[in-house]
């Protein structure tokens, strides 16, 4: 039995105005329309809603019944189409997004806090990615947005602006470097570092920046994450470079000193990157314009 919404709304508003031609107008249809449908939906329930006389139509026992029960189906018909059009504006739905952990330790909590604040039916799921792994799963389609240091990742992906950020070297506070208020590359080279895990941007750079010199970083241990990064240089096993308010928000009780790095690599762009804005679920959409909106570059 195929009941038509059109017409349970019809008898409800029967029951409400209490006159055929009144729920008529109420509904923008004919009278004889009307009559038609609610003689159909008798009908189709093999059941009699109105005993019809020259006073009216009044209902029976069975359209009382049937009022409730009709104002349930009509309010889950209404909530299934305002879930859909939520998830049409991207109030619903989920996103997907890896990140490269400078991204996650200085600004996702925060924005994401808001961001889910604002959106609580939106569902962000965020993985920790190196940035060349996170641009992979973006132009793969593993991943809806990536937070990346700016860079060469291949064709098809869209980058845009997102946080500049500032790598810091950190030293234990009785370090030889720690009375010094700025260092540069050459100065850390000598001293045995704590490296970030393999195939990091910070240890590529650091590496790369160390050949040019002629010279190469001495790895005495390599980490996966800041504050474990933190936690060996405390404990006197080498210095490290990491961004610095990472390193503010980590250091906590620790013993260390965090030096400017006095080399333009230092200073670095942080990007979204995407296949194309144009082509985000809604749900991406609202979230790259909330990470963007609190200022770029």
């Not at 009022?67 to 939520?86: F, K, Q, T």
């Not at 980058?159 to 720690?178: K, Q, T, W």
């Not at 260092?183 to 750079?205: C, E, R, Y």
């Not at 994450?225 to 390193?247: H, K, Q």
Request: hydrophobic residues 45%; charged residues 20%; contains cysteine.
């Amino acid at each position: 039995m195929k009941i038509d919404p059109v017409s349970l709304r019809l008898f409800v508003a029967v029951m409400e105005e209490s006159a055929i031609a009144r729920a008529a107008a109420r509904e923008h249809i004919a009278p004889s329309a009307a009559s038609r449908r609610l003689a159909e939906l008798e009908e189709q329930l093999a059941v009699e809603l109105f005993t019809r006389s020259n006073r009216g139509a009044e209902p029976t026992a069975a359209a009382y019944a049937l009022l409730n029960l009709a104002r349930d189906v009509l309010n889950d018909l209404d909530g299934i189409a305002s879930h859909m059009r939520d998830y049409g504006h991207g109030l619903r739905g989920h996103v997907c997004v890896v990140a490269n952990i400078s991204a996650i330790t200085q600004f996702l909590p925060a924005q994401l806090q808001g961001f889910l604040a604002r959106h609580p039916h939106v569902d962000v799921r965020l993985q920790e990615c190196i940035s060349t792994d996170a641009a992979h799963a973006v132009a793969e389609n593993a991943a809806d947005i990536g937070i990346i240091n700016d860079g060469h990742y291949g064709q098809g992906l869209a980058l845009l602006p997102y946080r500049r950020d500032e790598l810091v070297l950190i030293v234990p506070s009785d370090h030889a470097l720690a009375g010094r208020a700025r260092v540069t590359l050459a100065d850390a080279l000598p001293h045995a570092f704590v490296g970030a895990h393999p195939g990091s941007t910070i240890n590529n750079q650091l590496m790369r920046a160390a050949a040019e010199r002629g010279q190469t970083v001495r790895f005495r241990i390599q980490v996966t994450s800041f504050d474990a990064m933190c936690m060996m240089v405390d404990a006197g096993l080498g210095v490290g470079v990491l961004p610095r308010l990472s390193a503010r928000h980590l250091a906590g009780s620790l013993r260390i000193r965090a030096l400017a790095l006095d080399e333009p690599w230092a200073q670095r762009q942080l990007v979204l990157c995407m296949r194309a804005y144009e082509s985000l679920p809604p749900p991406a959409r609202l979230l790259v314009d909330h990470l963007r909106e609190a200022g770029c570059g």
